[in-house]
């Protein structure tokens, strides 16, 4: 449920944005929003907590954002306190993110190696997945995972590819015990 009103409130403010042509505006000022929230974490104990007054919730968005944000990420703070919804806000933000992330063609890659990659292999596995998928550009993650023992695995989304050595490991074990089980 959480998930499908944090979508609501990204989509309805993604169509404003493409509709308004502030796809880059909105985006800088989501961005920085969501940095201003992760940075200040009682702001979210006062915007949740219920003994405080909604009209005093709203008047301290307006305090704090009236003269940094736009009206359209105030007037959408002002919505998300009003419907009593600010515990999905950074939901909400993190959907909008990656719609327009989607409108502009930038993907977003997990990549798991069992040792660190030098820049020349990551600049490899970059240029590959550009010319893969319909992507203009990427934003890399990299992790080391010791566990893989070889290989990689790489998400996008919900895509994943897996050629980890541990992987190949396990399928072959699951398909050994398959052979045991019918030659019993």
Do not use: W
Request: net charge negative; charged share 30%; with cysteine.
């Amino acid at each position: 449920m959480a998930k499908l009103v944090a979508k609501t409130y990204a989509d309805a403010l993604f169509q404003l944005a493409v509709e308004e042509n502030k796809v880059d505006e909105l985006f800088s000022e989501v961005t920085m929003l969501a940095d201003i929230l992760d940075q200040n974490p009682d702001l979210e104990r006062i915007m949740t907590h219920p003994s405080v007054d909604k009209n005093q919730k709203i008047d301290t968005i307006r305090n704090i954002f009236s003269e940094r944000m736009s009206g359209e990420i105030c007037g959408l703070l002002n919505q998300v306190v009003t419907n009593n919804r600010y515990e999905e806000i950074n939901g909400i933000l993190d959907s909008f993110i990656d719609s327009v992330k989607e409108y502009k063609k930038i993907g977003v890659a997990y990549v798991k190696t069992p040792v660190e990659l030098t820049d020349a292999q990551k600049a490899k596995i970059e240029q590959k997945l550009l010319d893969t998928t319909d992507y203009v550009k990427m934003e890399m993650n990299y992790a080391v995972d010791a566990s893989l023992i070889g290989g990689m695995t790489i998400r996008i989304g919900d895509r994943v590819v897996d050629s980890s050595v541990s992987t190949k490991i396990n399928e072959l074990a699951k398909s050994l015990r398959r052979i045991q089980l019918n030659t019993i």
